[in-house]
């Protein structure tokens, strides 16, 4: 029963946002993903990464089956592509076993096995669509929110040293190597995490069910709830207020200045300012910041080369956000806060909601409207005092962390000491 609320809860936002872009004469979420069935997919690593989350409910013998009709597909169709001159992209194949699989399991399975197939074909989908519905949310915020917040973010940001103008000159002075690891590690977030549930799900095939918690429930809620904010504090970030642009993109005739990232940005007054109609207002919080902090969360009870990926993703985004120009400092601050929040919520939601899960996730929402409302109210204040308001924000995600760490360890279960074997008694 909940795995069905859940499908018709997804299914209907999906409808909902597809109308949505629809309204804007954009195909939405569905007709997105439909469309990547024949024609060349947006993302082919990340259909493979969603038919490897699936196939966690199939044994080795299946999995290399699907695998290899994947490939298979994907080649037929790159030689159909070639032969016409069509876009080339790989994953149609990927997406069709997954496909595949959904239709053997309600035609061909019955019983736990049928659940259990279709619960990876699920999940598997889940994955795709939720890049197909942060698309759509992105579109929407730069259609409805024809004003930004830009500059109440970037004068807050004096109380942290700008660290987006530090952070982009560090990643200028590296040259093409360095921003070509930070860009492939920005653009494959979703990889990554699938890597992680892989191993949290490696057991699903033999025990027959998932377990309560695990790292891809946690990341499509972010992607969810996380555009929600967007609409209410619209941010660009310092490459578009403050620069020319992502990649020079012209940018610049909507900037206050062009600043970004030798000159810092003037303590003056703040204000909202007008932006174009198709930039995202996709800022605060962070929520590849947020991604990533799941993932360094769920790696911690990996192995240790689990654990060194996930600490490795997580510098590494930081340093892409900030080194690009995408997010400013107060920027990443809430999406920490937002990312443990968003899995207390969720740990709380498999456990059960007790004295200590009700505290722990109304303090780290109160924490995050508190940020939020600084940036907006307080900016100039922050700036004026650096001293005292950047240690404030640092503690105050501080607090947040450890307020996890803390209440996290109590709700994990207690292994009783084993009892000494009785001695044989000496005659």
Not at 66 to 79: E, H, M, S
Not at 251 to 278: I, V
Not at 369 to 395: C, D, K, S, T
Request: with cysteine; proline share 7%; glycine share 10%.
């Amino acid at each position: 029963m909940l795995w069905t609320a859940a499908g018709v809860v997804t299914l209907g936002f999906l409808i909902a946002l597809e109308i949505a872009s629809r309204h804007y004469g954009l195909p939405g979420p569905i007709a997105a993903q439909a469309s990547e069935v024949i024609f060349a997919p947006k993302s082919g690593p990340l259909l493979y990464a969603s038919m490897a989350l699936m196939m966690v409910v199939l044994t080795w013998r299946q999995r290399f089956i699907a695998f290899g009709v994947a490939v298979a597909i994907d080649v037929v169709f790159f030689l159909a592509r070639l032969a016409v001159g069509a876009d080339m992209m790989f994953g149609n194949g990927a997406l069709w076993v997954i496909l595949g699989v959904g239709v053997i399991a309600v035609t061909r399975r019955t019983g736990p096995e049928r659940v259990l197939l279709l619960k990876g074909v699920g999940l598997g989908l889940l994955l795709v669509a939720g890049r197909k519905t942060g698309d759509a949310w992105l579109l929407i915020t730069s259609k409805t929110r024809p004003t930004v917040l830009d500059p109440y973010v970037a004068v807050a940001d004096h109380a942290l040293g700008n660290p987006s103008w530090l952070v982009g000159r560090m990643v200028e002075a590296t040259g093409p190597v360095g921003s070509t690891v930070l860009d492939w590690v920005y653009i494959q977030l979703a990889v990554a995490a699938v890597c992680v549930s892989l191993y949290q799900l490696r057991n699903v095939a033999t025990e027959g069910r998932f377990p309560g918690h695990y790292l891809v429930r946690t990341f499509l809620v972010i992607g969810m709830v996380g555009p929600a904010v967007y609409m209410v504090f619209p941010v660009v970030g310092p490459i578009f207020a403050y620069g020319e642009g992502a990649f020079g993109t012209g940018g610049s005739q909507w900037a206050l200045a062009e600043l970004w990232p030798h000159t810092a940005p003037p303590l003056t007054a703040p204000h909202a300012m007008p932006y174009d109609g198709f930039t995202p207002r996709n800022c605060m919080p962070s929520l590849h910041t947020a991604w990533a902090t799941a993932i360094f969360i769920h790696s911690r009870k990996g192995p240790r080369w689990l654990r060194y990926a996930g600490t490795f993703w997580l510098i590494a985004t930081l340093g892409a956000t900030l080194g690009f120009g995408y997010h400013y400092g107060a920027d990443l601050i809430a999406g920490v806060v937002f990312a443990f929040t968003i899995d207390a919520a969720m740990r709380s939601f498999d456990r059960g909601w007790d004295r200590s899960a009700v505290r722990l996730v109304a303090y780290g929402t109160g924490v995050f409207v508190a940020l939020l409302v600084a940036y907006r109210y307080l900016p100039v204040q922050m700036a004026e005092y650096p001293w005292v308001a950047g240690p404030l924000l640092i503690l105050a995600m501080a607090s947040v962390v450890q307020g996890y760490v803390w209440t996290t360890r109590l709700w994990e279960p207690k292994v009783a000491p084993a009892e000494p074997k009785p001695q044989p008694e000496l005659v």
